[in-house]
């Protein structure tokens, strides 16, 4: 069995204006949609500079639902990019709330967190140092007896 790639799929309340959002705040570009009759999007492909993410409006007769209906989502995206702070900026002003501001972490990474208007919580950072995974265990140990 070979796997090919990965894809984000998310359902949202609102894929029209999700779609406008992810374009505002990622600089995300819509490659393709299916539209139903009634103006529900069925699946839609957004490209991310590169990296493809899927999305839908909520289908409930078959399960899917968005972080709005079901109160909150377990799943986190991470973005990674070459300026977070820039990211983060644009992302709020599109509209995300911003949960932690771009903070410099023990792994390596700038790093920020943003929710956006359909409930899907994204992490957005960049490199600032390369750290070794024993460094990176080290520092985590050290933080958690800090804690």
């Known amino acids: 069995m070979a796997v090919h790639e ?3 799929y998310l359902c949202v309340d609102g ?3 999700a779609i406008a959002f992810y374009e505002k705040a990622f600089g995300a570009t819509e490659k393709m949609k299916l539209v139903e009759s009634g103006g529900r999007i069925g699946h839609a ?3 991310f500079d590169g990296t493809t993410v899927m999305l839908a409006d909520e289908f409930p007769e078959i399960g899917v639902r968005s ?3 079901l109160g909150g989502s ?3 995206l991470h973005l990674h990019v070459d300026d ?3 990211v983060v900026n644009s992302a709020a002003r599109a509209g995300a709330t911003v949960e932690m501001p771009p903070t410099d972490m023990f792994y390596g990474e700038r790093t920020a967190v943003v929710r956006d208007p359909f409930g899907h919580r994204w992490n957005i ?3 600032i140092e390369e750290v070794s995974p024993d460094e990176m265990q080290r520092r985590y140990d050290e933080l ?3 804690s």
């Open 45 to 47: 492909e957004l490209d």
């Open 67 to 69: 972080p709005a209906s």
């Open 15 to 17: 894929a029209t204006d």
């Open 6 to 8: 990965v894809f984000a």
């Open 74 to 76: 377990p799943v986190t």
């Open 84 to 86: 977070t702070d820039a």
């Open 144 to 146: 958690a007896e800090g």
């Open 125 to 127: 950072g960049h490199s």
